[in-house]
């Protein structure tokens, strides 16, 4: 049986890189944003790249589940 927290994680990898690739299709509007709302964005990514890898560390602890492989 798979846990809940796996597919939590699935999802929110896949969530973020679906977010990833409309910055990077829609890159001139994010180039002509303010300072303020670049500072927003990146605050915003580094929250979601942060609290992935928390989950791949509780994934590792709890499950051994060690996706690049040793």
Do not use: C, D, T, W
Not at 6 to 11: P, R, S
Not at 45 to 63: D, K, N, P, R
């Amino acid at each position: 049986m798979i846990p809940p927290s796996f597919y939590a994680h699935v999802l929110g990898g896949v969530l973020g890189l679906i977010v990833l690739i409309k910055i990077l299709m829609n890159f001139r509007q994010v180039q002509m944003l303010g300072i303020y709302e670049h500072l927003m964005l990146l605050l915003a990514v580094s929250v979601a790249v942060g609290i992935h890898g928390i989950s791949h560390q509780g994934m590792e602890m709890l499950y051994g589940y060690y996706p690049i492989g040793v």
